[in-house]
């Protein structure tokens, strides 16, 4: 408030206190963060998966992703081999 008085008192009304900036940018979250959807709970998410999907819930997040990675893998070759 002190930083606006002066700048008024110098004419520049209007103007925007550059520490309020700093700590606006400080402050500021990513896009990610912001974009990225709260995690649901697994006791929630668990009734909704199938049985074979289930495990992973539990898994820690390096396992998951070769999980992931590998049933995508297989869920590719078997729909090239429907072709």
Avoid: F
Wanted: proline share 8%; no cysteine.
């Amino acid at each position: 408030m002190d930083w606006a008085m002066q700048e008024a008192k110098r004419g520049k009304l209007g103007a925007v206190d550059p520490a309020s900036i700093a700590t606006w940018w400080r402050e500021r979250k990513s896009v990610t963060d912001v974009l990225e959807p709260e995690p649901i709970a697994s006791e929630k998410l668990e009734p909704l998966l199938s049985e074979a999907e289930q495990p992973l819930v539990h898994l820690p997040e390096p396992e998951l992703e070769e999980e992931l990675t590998g049933l995508l893998e297989q869920q590719k070759s078997a729909d090239e081999q429907r072709r």
